[in-house]
């Protein structure tokens, strides 16, 4: 070091702010933490529930049910179950937090600061994207409740 320079300020600069601020990757990093908790969720669940359809079950070559096939038919037929529980919560947990967290950042950086308008905002994009397959009606429904719960959620936790 040049004498007398460690007196001087740096500037606040930070490596990886720049990447960090894209909203681009916020959105995939959260999928990818979304889809891998879901994943996580989806398996326990799946393993603890056992309410699966009778249609669901899948007849064994004699046409025997599981309760009544061999205990390897009926293992194969639950871990199928569990591993479609789990890929469809991933999926579901994926969705949630690309669109949350791209629109919560886009909605940021338009506004210029973060307060729970973000959120509500984010929340209900969130809640429209995953109940959309239902219809407009269930559309409007997850994005008020989604909307609803990101409000609670940020009044509970404060700002970050």
Known sequence: MVPGTDTLPQPPYDAFNPVMESCALKAGIGTVGGWGMGILLGLFMGALGGEMSQNAYILHASGKEPPQ????????????????????????????????????????????????????????????????????????????????????????????
């Open 69 to 160: 096939a061999p205990i390897l038919e009926q293992m194969r037929v639950s871990y199928r179950a569990v591993g479609k529980r789990a890929l469809g919560m991933g999926a579901s947990f994926a969705t949630i937090t690309c669109v949350f967290s791209g629109i919560e950042c886009v909605v940021e950086k338009f506004r210029g600061k973060h307060d729970v308008i973000n959120g509500a905002a984010s929340g209900c994009a969130a809640g429209a994207a995953l109940s959309a397959k239902s219809g407009p009606a269930m559309a409007c429904m997850g994005c008020v409740g989604f909307a609803a719960f990101s409000v609670a959620i940020e009044a509970v936790m404060g700002p970050h």
